[in-house]
């Protein structure tokens, strides 16, 4: 069997991460299937190549191909998005660990996209801390955003460590936000 390989994307990466992305859009899934996991937002090759050089983009591969991602984005580069826009408007008057959550040196965690071959099985897991070992030096926590109907994700999420700091309603849908404290996350789940 074939390991599994967890690093930071490379350019070649970005191609790949658009295909997984597309097939796992919310407009791909038959509405049945959404509670297995889905994304809502569309990101370009250049938005991976962005937020990889602003933050970082953990990727996991299974030969050649990837199998999975998670993206670290900032606020400023998610103002481009809807969804990911609202982040901070949302946790304006919000206290994480007894703090203004706007208050903390963070990143948002997403978009997250395993494919559905691989789900369920700590992919999520070594992808976090991939990504959280490269930025706990100069950040304090991961914020990160689901829809209230995939249901995979939000007890993946919780799963996690994350903590519900909020829930919204945008065009119709639920959404939540989450957030980890990066020190507290590695010292549970990093070896």
């Known amino acids: 069997m074939t390991s599994l390989e967890y690093r930071r994307a490379i350019k070649q990466d970005f191609k790949k991460m658009l295909e997984l992305q597309n097939k796992n859009f919310i407009s791909s899934i038959p509405p049945e299937n959404l509670s297995n996991g889905f994304l809502s937002t569309q990101f370009t090759e250049e938005d991976f190549e962005e937020t990889n050089k602003e933050l970082?983009?953990?990727?996991?591969?299974?030969?050649?191909?990837?199998?999975?991602?998670?993206?670290?984005?900032?606020?400023?580069?998610?103002?481009?998005?809807?969804?990911?826009?609202?982040?901070?408007?949302?946790?304006?008057?919000?206290?994480?660990?007894?703090?203004?959550?706007?208050?903390?040196?963070?990143?948002?965690?997403?978009?997250?996209?395993?494919?559905?071959?691989?789900?369920?099985?700590?992919?999520?897991?070594?992808?976090?801390?991939?990504?959280?070992?490269?930025?706990?030096?100069?950040?304090e926590i991961a914020i990160t955003l689901v829809a209230q109907e995939n249901e995979r994700s939000l007890k993946t999420v919780k799963k996690l460590g994350f903590t519900l700091l909020k829930t919204f309603i945008l065009n119709n849908k639920t959404y939540v936000i989450f957030a980890c404290n990066l020190n507290d996350f590695i010292s549970h789940h990093a070896s």
């Open 56 to 139: 970082c983009v953990a990727v996991c591969m299974k030969s050649q191909k990837l199998i999975a991602y998670l993206c670290a984005t900032s606020f400023r580069f998610n103002e481009k998005f809807l969804i990911l826009s609202k982040i901070p408007k949302e946790l304006k008057n919000c206290l994480f660990q007894n703090k203004a959550v706007l208050s903390y040196s963070s990143f948002i965690a997403s978009p997250a996209c395993i494919d559905s071959n691989y789900r369920a099985q700590g992919i999520l897991l070594e992808l976090s801390i991939i990504l959280l070992k490269n930025l706990s030096k100069n950040h």
